[in-house]
């Protein structure tokens, strides 16, 4: 069975320049999460999806921030503009249900110059 | 104060020590009690999950939870190199929202 598939694996991009990430879930994982993984830290929450829904973005910078979840499926992860302090791995996790086990990818790793 | 303490490390230990991780935490409405393991460049991946307080064994490992002192603990008997990592403790509420500590490193020396 194939994991969470997150690309691009590694991204450098200048600062005020915009990124996107994308993420495949496993087969039939209703629920999928954003985290953002700080270097020395444990992952933080930045967005939770219910099929297609967004039922937890509290933690979502939501003016440079936005994400999305097409057909309860793939989901895609952007910053514009992207500041210093976003450099970081963002990591894309799924579960069958909200309180199941969280099956996690391998992340991406931005780089902003 | 964060809500899920954990020390840092690293913690130096040789091949076939048993292994002590630890954390606490403030927040008595935490039901769920995780440990991920994350290896250097890749996702965490589950080790151990628990609901109620005591003892939980799965092989080499042993989660436990005491929700009286609000602190769990991760036990690695037989420690080998390949358990070298970054251990991550994880709670949750009815909510289910994941609530991650900082980790400890861990290296298992040959």
């Known amino acids: 069975e194939a994991g969470v598939v997150q690309s691009p694996r590694y991204k450098i991009i200048e600062k005020k320049q915009p990124v996107a990430f994308w993420c495949n879930p496993i087969?039939?994982?209703?629920?999928l999460y954003w985290y953002l993984q700080n270097l020395g830290q444990g992952p933080e929450l930045l967005i939770r999806?219910?099929?297609?829904?967004?039922?937890?973005d509290s933690q979502l910078p939501k003016d440079r921030f936005s994400a999305e979840r097409l057909k309860g499926v793939d989901s895609t992860l952007k910053i514009q503009p992207a500041e210093l302090g976003d450099s970081a791995v963002y990591l894309c996790?799924?579960?069958?249900?909200?309180?199941?086990?969280?099956?996690f990818g391998p992340g991406t790793r931005l780089t902003v110059l | 104060q964060k809500e899920v303490e954990q020390d840092p490390g690293p913690l130096s230990v040789p091949e076939g020590a048993i292994v002590s991780l630890n954390c606490t935490y403030s927040?008595?409405?935490?039901?769920?009690f995780m440990w991920y393991r994350q290896y250097s460049r890749k996702g965490p991946e589950l080790l151990m999950y628990?609901?109620?307080?005591g003892n939980k064994e799965d092989g080499r490992f042993t989660a436990q939870v005491d929700k009286s002192s609000k602190y769990i603990s991760l036990f690695i008997r037989d420690s080998q190199p390949s358990d070298s990592a970054t251990y991550l403790c994880?709670?949750?509420?009815?909510?289910?929202?994941?609530?991650f500590g900082s980790g400890t490193r861990l290296l298992v020396r040959p």
């Open positions: 996790a799924s579960s069958l249900q909200g309180y199941g086990e969280q099956f």
């Open positions: 087969s039939g994982h209703n629920t």
């Open positions: 999806y219910e099929n297609e829904e967004a039922v937890d």
């Open positions: 927040n008595s409405a935490f039901q769920y």
């Open positions: 628990t609901y109620s307080s």
């Open positions: 994880a709670m949750m509420d009815s909510s289910y929202k994941l609530i």
